[in-house]
């Protein structure tokens, strides 16, 4: 009888409806889905962990530590592309505060 591991199994049974949630927070947020890709790959991890208990356990362990590394390097750059599409936005942002505070001060733009 193989071996499950618990843990990864009730994962892999919660993780669908957790990506189905923040792919409906991604829609609301679009700085959001910049991190699906590292989930998917985290839940690629998961469901090979249980796999490699039932057959083909040396590719299994392989294809889990790969999507492993991957999904940690994935989270990496949408974390990078997150704070600098948000930079950007803010950047815009205080230029249209100074607009503003310019022309309601009495300043040139009245």
Request: hydrophobic share 50%; charged share 20%; aromatic share 14%.
């Given at each position: 009888?193989?071996?499950?591991?618990?843990?990864?199994?009730?994962?892999?049974?919660?993780?669908?409806?957790?990506?189905?949630g923040?792919?409906?927070?991604?829609?609301k947020r679009?700085?959001?889905?910049?991190?699906?890709?590292g989930?998917?790959?985290?839940?690629?991890?998961?469901?090979?962990?249980?796999?490699?208990?039932?057959?083909?356990?040396?590719?299994?362990?392989?294809?889990?530590h790969?999507?492993?590394?991957?999904?940690?390097?994935?989270?990496?750059?949408?974390?990078?592309?997150?704070?600098?599409?948000?930079?950007?936005?803010?950047?815009?942002?205080?230029?249209?505060?100074?607009?503003q505070?310019?022309?309601?001060?009495?300043g040139?733009?009245?």
């Amino acid at each position: 009888m193989p071996e499950l591991e618990v843990t990864e199994l009730i994962l892999v049974t919660l993780f669908p409806l957790a990506l189905l949630g923040f792919s409906y927070g991604a829609r609301k947020r679009k700085e959001l889905a910049y991190y699906i890709p590292g989930l998917l790959a985290l839940f690629i991890t998961f469901i090979s962990t249980n796999i490699e208990a039932v057959a083909a356990p040396e590719f299994f362990n392989f294809l889990e530590h790969f999507c492993i590394f991957l999904s940690a390097i994935l989270l990496f750059f949408g974390a990078l592309l997150n704070l600098y599409s948000n930079r950007g936005k803010t950047k815009k942002i205080k230029a249209l505060q100074r607009r503003q505070a310019t022309t309601t001060s009495g300043g040139r733009f009245k």
